[in-house]
């Protein structure tokens, strides 16, 4: 299995920055894809950035412009840069990591989430 451990949340205030990370190992699959999703309390889980295994990068709209995700493959690290942050950034943010055996057959990893708070 593939374990993933993130880091780089914390507090910040309106219009600061941070930068989460994600380092993926263990049994890792030479095709995968990985990103962040988020969830704030009473809401659904959405989707914030993805690097996929094509190596497009996907963004919620409401993040495009600000938020910017790279990958480390030598690492197998992924990155989220967020900037000018807002309130409604303020979530706990998901590591997403996808395993491919086939482009059809594949499995999928989460990591424990990190706390992202802007203050107002």
């Known amino acids: 299995q593939v374990q993933l451990v993130e880091s780089g949340g914390g507090l910040v205030q309106v219009g600061g920055s941070l930068r989460l990370s994600c380092a993926a190992s263990?049994?890792?699959?030479?095709?995968?894809?990985m990103g962040w999703y988020r969830q704030a309390p009473g809401k659904q889980r959405e989707l914030v950035a993805t690097?996929?295994?094509?190596?497009?990068?996907n963004y919620a709209d409401s993040v495009k412009g600000r938020f910017t995700i790279s990958r480390d493959n030598a690492k197998n690290t992924v990155y989220l840069q967020m900037n000018s942050l807002k309130p409604e950034d303020t979530a706990v943010y998901y590591c997403?990591?996808?395993?491919?055996?086939?482009?059809?057959?594949?499995?999928?990893?989460w990591g424990q989430g990190t706390q992202v708070t802007v203050s107002s």
């Open positions: 997403n990591y996808i395993g491919y055996y086939s482009r059809s057959v594949y499995v999928e990893y």
């Open positions: 263990g049994s890792i699959f030479s095709l995968n894809a």
């Open positions: 690097f996929t295994s094509g190596g497009s990068t």
